[in-house]
């Protein structure tokens, strides 16, 4: 599993907080490490050297073998919050993915299965 980390110049992007976020990626999707071949993170900060409320973004575009890429993203007041916000959008977003590509779970009901009359018409 490839971790990519960008960051745009107000987020401080020191040595520490790149491993921070990729020990947390690996502990978070170590289950799912052979599917998943890419993470892309995104930080930026989307009021520059302004304070301001959920001024935090996290992106991550993830890639998973046999899939289409796909990307969640989440706001917060820091950059720990919107990493931990995406993480957990991401743990859904690849959830459902794995269910699609599984398959259909359908049940059969008393609805699909035959009337009685065309059961005897298929056992003569």
């Known amino acids: 599993m490839n971790i990519q980390i960008?960051?745009?110049q107000y987020i401080d992007g020191n040595a520490r907080f790149i491993e921070f976020v990729q020990d947390t990626l690996k502990a978070e999707f170590s289950r799912q490490q052979e599917r998943i071949t890419h993470l892309e993170v995104h930080f930026s900060d989307e009021n520059a050297t302004k304070h301001g409320e959920h001024d935090k973004k996290c992106m991550i575009e993830v890639r998973i073998s046999g899939l289409k890429p796909?990307?969640?993203s989440c706001k917060a007041n820091t950059?720990?919050?919107?990493?931990?916000g995406a993480v957990d959008k991401l743990h859904h977003l690849i959830e459902h993915q794995f269910e699609k590509q599984a398959g259909p779970r359908h049940i059969a009901t008393v609805r699909d299965m035959p009337l009685m009359e065309d059961a005897l018409k298929l056992a003569e």
């Open 79 to 84: 950059v720990e919050l919107a990493l931990q």
């Open 6 to 8: 960008r960051h745009d």
């Open 70 to 72: 796909a990307a969640v």
